[in-house]
């Protein structure tokens, strides 16, 4: 199973960083795994435009490249997982 080279911090609502809440893009080679370990939380893909729901049970992957952002939907913990290969679901 591969491991993430790198984790950010576990962010909640209140705390989930501005430059994730507005448009981004993750790097070339870089896939990111966003985790949703309580409540709720938005994943827009800019083009084409998807906006996914994800939780707990429904994580959402960023493959690289991949302009996006997220929105809490109420009171959510949450943190993405870096790897530099597709990490297995």
Do not use: C
Not at 57 to 85: A, C, I, S, W
């Amino acid at each position: 199973m591969t491991e993430p080279y790198r984790s950010t911090p576990i962010f909640d609502e209140a705390t989930i960083p501005a430059a994730l809440r507005a448009e981004h893009r993750t790097k070339s080679g870089v896939w990111g795994l966003i985790k949703v370990i309580e409540g709720e939380l938005n994943l827009t893909d800019v083009d084409p435009h998807v906006q996914k729901v994800l939780s707990p049970r429904n994580p959402g992957l960023v493959e690289p490249e991949q302009t996006h952002f997220v929105t809490p939907l109420g009171k959510v913990r949450m943190q993405v997982d870096f790897y530099t290969e597709p990490p297995e679901p």
